[in-house]
């Protein structure tokens, strides 16, 4: 039976998190571990921590300061071990079907590659778990480009092999960064960066909650999605630019041809007209949504992508 780690970052969710927890204690055919870490909560998350952890031994706890969902969640990352099989985020508010890690363990298991990660569709609920939509990301370019362009794949759905982990741990997420990575585009970009494989499985294994306290985009409105996009002209300016030079710092003889060749186009698209066009012209970075890569194609003329 497969090992996997779970990682989940809580944040005053004292709502949601038991039926979330148990719903991944509860996981048939692989072995799991659970590691939940408290981002400076200020309601009763950290007592609802102490309980589960109290009654399950496969349930380790971590009480922090609130350093925002991105570092903690790939903090806990860095600090795991490699002794499991496969590595999982979860989300706090979600409610996962039974069999949601063994079958990303299955599909995983079929690829020949030896840094692979797996992400699905969603299962849209509202906060009482009643049904809304299914979302199957229709379109979805799993590319290193595209993935840098517009990152489509939901962190709670991701599953992810030891070899994608070990790559992962090369990786630091600063302060000083900000918001230029998220804890799931990080792994997402990394597997790509090296040549693995990316698994898309439409048929979702999660009840996502769409509720006023998400903390992370999805489920946050429309608005604020075309926020996300548009933005790439205030305070998310240049962040495709410096994404693709952070990730050539540490990875470029892991590289493919083509990935590496991409990501030096894009750390120096700026540096003449013909550069910007010729990225502007590169179908590579399209993302498969025409809205959001017209944006970038202006944001690329601009020099702000």
Request: hydrophobic share 40%; proline share 2%; aromatic share 12%.
């Amino acid at each position: 039976m497969k090992k996997v780690f779970v990682i989940l970052s809580a944040y005053n969710g004292e709502r949601y998190l038991r039926a979330q927890a148990e719903s991944i204690l509860a996981q048939t055919g692989v072995e799991v571990t659970l590691l939940i870490r408290d981002d400076g909560s200020q309601d009763g998350t950290s007592g609802i921590m102490k309980d589960i952890q109290a009654f399950n031994a496969n349930v380790r706890c971590v009480f922090g300061e609130n350093i925002g969902f991105r570092r903690s969640f790939y903090d806990m990352l860095l600090a795991a071990d490699d002794t499991y099989d496969y590595y999982a985020f979860s989300d706090q508010d979600d409610v996962w079907d039974a069999d949601k890690l063994s079958r990303a363990v299955e599909l995983l298991e079929q690829t020949g590659s030896s840094v692979k990660l797996y992400a699905s569709g969603l299962r849209v609920v509202d906060e009482n778990l009643q049904f809304m939509y299914n979302n199957p990301f229709p379109g979805l370019r799993t590319t290193y480009g595209a993935a840098l362009s517009r990152q489509r794949i939901a962190g709670c759905t991701m599953v992810f092999d030891r070899g994608l982990f070990h790559q992962c741990r090369r990786f630091r997420i600063t302060p000083e960064m900000g918001n230029l990575f998220s804890h799931d585009a990080a792994v997402y970009y990394i597997c790509l960066a090296c040549g693995g494989q990316v698994v898309f499985d439409p048929e979702s294994r999660i009840s996502f909650r769409r509720h006023i306290g998400t903390v992370t985009e999805h489920g946050k409105g429309f608005w604020t999605r075309v926020e996300s996009v548009t933005n790439v002209f205030g305070r998310f300016r240049d962040r495709r630019y410096n994404q693709a030079r952070e990730l050539l710092k540490v990875y470029a003889d892991d590289m493919p041809p083509d990935v590496y060749e991409l990501s030096q186009k894009i750390a120096g698209y700026r540096d003449s007209i013909g550069k910007t066009l010729a990225l502007a012209g590169d179908k590579r970075i399209r993302c498969g949504i025409r809205s959001a890569d017209i944006i970038n194609w202006v944001a690329v003329l601009c020099r702000c992508y």
